[in-house]
């Protein structure tokens, strides 16, 4: 177990070709989940929690850990399972998702396992926990389910998706006939809050579930207008973690394919604090944005559409 936990800070640093690590764990029963390495900053027995008033339900306490009060959700109850008991013999998972760190209260930690994309697979219909998972895999003959954290923190705190005035003031110079905008990510959650946030744009959205959704998309589009996209689709917004193909090699295809090249890539992501820059300009991406913030995303659109103001569409 201490080589789990004291392993799990270097494994962070990992970007790979269409490859992630995962760190395994269980909950109150024998299933077994999986969260990005990527996102976590460190594994920990469970420490005393503080109970605080009025909390979420789903929250169990609040623990003091290293000078900063994070709050402790027990994965378990946030995915409709039981409350998970014997905290002193239980581990946390400290993330960063969204600009914030979490807590993640857990049964037990597994291992770490380092696979690539192409092998997790969009949820089955019909698991009874799909409103709440984000992809599978098999690992030693057994499903393991990687849990959509987006929906749950959506559930304890809402996002607002609204852009603020001065925002949706921003103009446009671009003509809008015949332009979509296209939008990739594996949490439902997530599309949803893009969508609302980009609305306001009046330009048709198109939206896809994983990397290579969207880039089938693209090719097809090219062979439609028989051409260079981008005139077309001046702007994609794409998440990094994304079930059979990532966004990182998503946007190291778009921009190797000459017809697809000048499509804008914006990553936007819930790996935050823990970004590799070099990543993003190794695979030639033109923007980064953090989850979730309306303006910021709206704004970063804007102006890449503002950059097709000189391109005629025929």
């Known amino acids: ?39 976590v900053r460190e594994v920990l027995p469970c420490p005393k929690l503080t109970a605080m008033p009025h909390r979420n339900r789903l929250v169990r306490g609040i623990a003091h850990i290293r000078g900063q009060a994070i709050s ?22 400290i993330a960063e998702y969204n600009r914030t760190v ?63 005035e001065e925002v949706a003031n921003q103009p446009i110079n671009v003509a809008k006939e015949n332009l979509t905008i296209l939008i990739t990510d594996d949490s439902a959650v997530a599309r949803g809050q893009i969508k609302r946030a980009l609305q306001s744009l009046d330009i048709p959205m198109e939206i896809k579930k994983n990397g290579k959704e969207a880039l089938d ?34 946007t190291a295809e778009i921009k190797a394919d000459p017809q697809l090249a ?14 590799n820059q070099a990543m993003v300009k190794k695979v030639g991406a033109d923007d980064f944005i953090a989850k979730f913030h309306p303006d910021e995303l709206a704004t970063a659109v804007k102006k890449w559409l503002n950059a097709e103001a000189d391109v005629d569409i025929e």
């Open 262 to 275: 000048g499509v804008h890539v914006i990553l936007h992501t819930s790996l935050s604090g823990v970004f």
């Open 217 to 250: 998309w693209l090719k097809a589009k090219a062979k439609e207008v028989d051409g260079d996209v981008h005139p077309h689709v001046p702007v994609l917004v794409s998440d990094v973690e994304m079930p059979v193909m990532d966004g990182y090699t998503l």
């Open 72 to 93: 402790i959700i027990d994965l378990s109850m946030a995915t409709g399972g039981p409350e998970i008991t014997d905290l002193q013999n239980r581990f946390i998972i």
């Open 102 to 164: 979490q807590g993640f209260l857990v049964g037990g930690v597994d291992r770490i396992i380092n696979i690539n994309w192409e092998e997790i697979l969009p949820p089955p219909k019909g698991t009874g926990r799909d409103a709440y998972l984000t992809a599978v895999t098999e690992i030693d003959k057994e499903l393991v389910e990687i849990i959509d954290v987006e929906r749950i923190l959506a559930d304890i705190t809402p996002v607002n998706t609204d852009i603020s």
């Open 1 to 39: 177990m201490a080589s789990i936990l004291d392993s799990v800070n270097q494994r962070t640093q990992m970007v790979g070709q269409n490859r992630l690590e995962l760190l395994l764990f269980r909950l109150a029963g024998k299933q077994r989940f999986g969260i990005n390495v990527f996102k």
